[in-house]
């Protein structure tokens, strides 16, 4: 009885140790010249990874992924991205990396519900695709509006463009919003992406999302949504020319909702001094900035309540450890949570999106 249970102790200790450093290996560190060298330890390829993946994920990456090779000039087996995707059979359940070559892709593309497991990948880093188009909500709806819907899990994208082309919104005509991606399936990743647009330009709907070395411009509410997203280490730039400019516009319902917007390390950009970090959409909106470096485009109370007092008692916008001009705490609103080193530690781990269960690093093609 001793030995047995001195062997159940030993072997909740270890259980206890190993749970401790896989928390603490998840944590995104505080300097931004080890977030790189972190990335590659936290977040290791399929073939390295120690039994942390939900089994669909592990039969999904198992073996060779189908590749689809989409090129303009017709080398490839498609000359588009949505002949790609409809290619793609309905309850896919293995990973299927579509590789796209530089050029400009002018169309529409939606990923629906049940064709899960897709990767885009754009084959040059540095000539990476365009995928534009010029929807407005005047014609589709603003969540539709979009140039790339994804409705489907495990969803991924690198090294591509998306746009949408549309005339930026000048105040008088109806419906002019635009965005440029939506995401609505959840477990997507997205790296060094870029997300081109003025109001509503990347609607993070619903869903676990992580976004590392990304841009992502626009002028008011251009990230909006319910989602529960990791973005690291990626610039959130502010076009000038609008009287009143806003980030954020998040959606989550309730107090005990799952979604918040989490921005560590991500430069913020842009001039005229007259931008928010955010505002509620809905009544309990979640965001955090931690370890931003936040130019002077942010006006000196950082937030907005939307004017409506009634929802300081429910929305939530912290910051934590932020540097630069626009991220003084002297004239912030008096409802931003200036968050405790343990308090931050839920938005700065990669445990929040839950990413041991499915994240992976940037494919290799």
Known sequence: MGMAKQFSISFATFILVNIFFTIKAQTIPAADGEVNTWFQTAVKPFSAQSGTLESNVVEAESGAAEVIDVRQDGSGKFTTISDAVK?????????????????????????????????????????????????????????????????????????????????????????AQASAMRISGDKAAFYNCKFVGFQDTVCDDKGKHFFKDCYIEGTVDFIFGEGRSIYLNTEIHVLSGDPAAVITAHARKTADGEGGYSFVHCPVTGTGGNALLGRPWMEAARVVFSYCTISDVIKPEGWTNNDKPELEKTMFFGEYSNTGPGASPDKRAPYTKKLTDEEVKTFTSLEYIDAAKWLLPPPKV
Request: no cysteine; glycine share 8%.
């Open 87 to 175: 290619h793609v059979k309905i309850g896919n359940t293995k990973r299927v990396i579509i590789t796209i070559g530089p050029g400009e892709y002018k169309e529409k593309v939606k990923i629906e519900r049940l064709s899960a497991y897709i990767t885009f990948y754009g084959t040059d880093p540095k000539n990476r695709p365009t995928i534009t188009f010029a929807g407005t909500a005047a014609e589709y709806g603003t969540v539709d509006s979009a140039t790339l819907i994804v409705e489907s899990d495990y969803f991924v994208a690198a090294n591509i463009i998306v746009s949408n082309a549309a005339p930026r919104p000048d105040g008088e005509r109806k419906g």
